[in-house]
């Protein structure tokens, strides 16, 4: 089993600034990615952003350049820098740890972090 701690989340006004980070601990093996997801009210989850083991990223086609995510293999643990966050960015964010192969492959979720933007 595999643990997902969030933080980071809040309300801000449009233009600022967040950092979110999860770590995650527990029966760890073969992590291929850490990242992000988001889901606003009514809306599907979408991908945010991904960081790779291999230290390749992958962002979801909104972020346009206003956010960054980094990762501490080390610590199993991943950031999310964003600036310049939208009214639109508004939604519950989830820390994903994906990896493992074939029939030992693995998916956890954490419980979500609220980001709120608005003046």
């Known amino acids: 089993q595999v643990h997902l701690v969030e933080s980071g989340g809040g309300l801000v006004q449009p233009g600022g600034s967040l950092k979110l980070s999860c770590a995650a601990s527990?029966?760890?093996?073969?992590?291929?990615?850490m990242g992000w997801y988001r889901q606003a009210p009514g809306k599907q989850r979408d991908m945010v952003a991904l960081?790779?083991?291999?230290?390749?990223?992958r962002y979801g086609d909104f972020v346009m350049g206003r956010f960054a995510i980094s990762m501490d293999n080390a610590k199993n643990t991943v950031f999310l820098q964003m600036d310049s966050l939208k009214p639109e960015d508004t939604a519950i964010y989830y820390c994903?740890?994906?990896?493992?192969?074939?029939?030992?492959?693995?998916?956890?979720w954490g419980q979500g972090t609220q980001v709120t933007v608005s003046s």
């Open positions: 994903l740890i994906t990896g493992g192969l074939g029939t030992q492959s693995y998916d956890y």
């Open positions: 527990g029966n760890i093996f073969q992590m291929y990615a």
């Open positions: 960081a790779i083991k291999d230290g390749s990223a």
